[in-house]
């Protein structure tokens, strides 16, 4: 392991290394989106929405319910803007013609 230089802090809340405008979301569609994950499905529409005012470093694992988090660099989002932008997607986005009209989104601190 190599030696720590006694100036660097070890902090709570924050991602050494990546960026200094990292901003995280949790994401709750409202029902599963694991099989919302080919072209033209709401994963798709979704992250493509989300892609409009930052960029992606990330996306976490789906719990089984619709929920994901989204790592972001240099976002333009609030919570309550990309839960608007996500919610009017409507009720019948892509292929499958997936429900995001009652998605939630919330801000996540890491």
């Not at 029902?31 to 072209?39: S, Y």
Request: aromatic share 6%; no cysteine; net charge negative.
């Amino acid at each position: 392991m190599v030696a720590r230089n006694p100036n660097n802090l070890i902090a709570f809340g924050h991602t050494d290394g990546i960026a200094s405008d990292i901003e995280m979301f949790t994401v709750d569609g409202g029902a599963t989106l694991a099989n919302e994950t080919n072209p033209g499905e709401a994963m798709e529409k979704i992250i493509a929405t989300i892609g409009t005012k930052a960029t992606i470093l990330a996306v976490g694992a789906e719990d089984g319910a619709g929920a994901f988090r989204v790592m972001l660099h240099g976002s333009a989002w609030t919570d309550a803007d990309m839960q608007t932008d996500i919610r009017a997607l409507g009720a019948t986005v892509g292929a499958n013609s997936y429900d995001a009209s009652g998605a939630t989104v919330a801000a996540f601190t890491f």
